[in-house]
């Protein structure tokens, strides 16, 4: 298992092969899901407009939210926050939007431009408070170099 920073560096190192952002952020969620077991769904949203989140490239099952509102879900919730949102149980957030039975826990962090949200990197476990800080930063640092393709 790669290390967070040999992490950051391959995703550095196909962000430079990719020919666009499509194919640099499918190549990313496939890295995630095999690097990090515990990571049971990965994928991107990216804003459309000023109030909806559509899915982009993942790596998981398909979820039924391919198109989310900014004032629902935890997804909506992190993209008007601009911050990251870690939840522990999923069962006991109201603001979620179930994707499927298993999930037990979910991180979603921003990808941002000069403060402006232009989307999110959303993972869903099916263990039980899975993400900690270190996903935090690891998340955030990828999704900086997103950003600069999008
Ligand atoms: N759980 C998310 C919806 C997206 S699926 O997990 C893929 C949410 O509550 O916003």
Not at 3 to 23: F, G, K, W
Not at 65 to 88: F, K
Not at 118 to 129: H, N, V, Y
């Amino acid at each position: 298992m790669k290390t967070p920073s040999e992490i950051v560096a391959a995703v550095r190192d196909l962000n430079a092969r990719a020919s666009d952002s499509q194919e640099m952020m499918q190549a990313v969620v496939r890295l995630l899901a095999a690097e990090r077991p515990y990571y049971s769904w990965t994928g991107f949203y990216l804003m459309e407009g000023a109030d909806t989140l559509v899915l982009g490239p993942y790596h998981g099952k398909p979820s039924p939210h391919t198109r989310i509102p900014l004032n629902q879900g935890i997804c909506g919730a992190a993209a008007s926050s601009g911050e990251a949102l870690i939840v522990d149980d999923v069962n006991a957030d109201p603001r979620y939007l179930a994707c499927s039975l298993e999930t037990r826990s979910e991180i979603v962090v921003p990808i941002k431009r000069d403060g402006k949200v232009l989307g999110e990197i959303d993972i869903d476990s099916d263990r039980p408070a899975a993400f900690s800080d270190e996903d935090r930063r690891l998340l955030e640092e990828i999704a900086e170099i997103v950003a600069g393709r999008l």
